[in-house]
Nanobody, 127 residues
Framework: QVYLVESGGGSVQSGGSLRLTCSISTSEPKKYSLAWFRQGTGLEREGVAAIDSDGRTFYRDSVKGRFTISKNSAHTTLYVEMANLQPEDSDTYYC?????????????????????WGQGTQVTVSS
């Protein structure tokens, strides 16, 4: 079982920055693949960034060069640093975890690969 709690959302102006944090509670957290997803009202949940147990990172094209995913050294906190935010980045952001070594190749941004989810944190970017 994995428990995830997000924080750090808020409102910023276009071009601003935010850092989201996800607290991870589980045994052996290093083994899990982790990701950030976002979802707008009435829209599909989409993968934003992911990090596997070896530390490899994956990003959707629209956030490459602006978002950075990372973990603390104890693997108990997941971050995403978001820079140059745009109004289209406004969504509810969720962190997610997948069982150890279960994510299929090239599927790290696929929501169907993840089992455990946080409650979400809202990001609003105004123009």
């Amino acid at each position: 079982q994995v428990y995830l709690v997000e924080s750090g959302g808020g409102s910023v102006q276009s071009g601003g920055s935010l850092r989201l944090t996800c607290s991870i509670s589980t045994s052996e957290p290093k083994k899990y693949s982790l990701a950030w997803f976002r979802q707008g009202t009435g829209l599909e949940r989409e993968g934003v960034a992911a990090i596997d147990s070896d530390g490899r990172t994956f990003y959707r094209d629209s956030v490459k060069g602006r978002f950075t995913i990372s973990k603390n050294s104890a693997h108990t906190t997941l971050y995403v640093e978001m820079a140059n935010l745009q109004p289209e980045d406004s969504d509810t952001y969720y962190c997610a975890a997948a069982p150890p070594w279960s994510v299929l190749p090239n599927r790290f941004l696929d929501k169907t690969q993840y089992i455990w989810w946080g409650q979400g944190t809202q990001v609003t970017v105004s123009s």
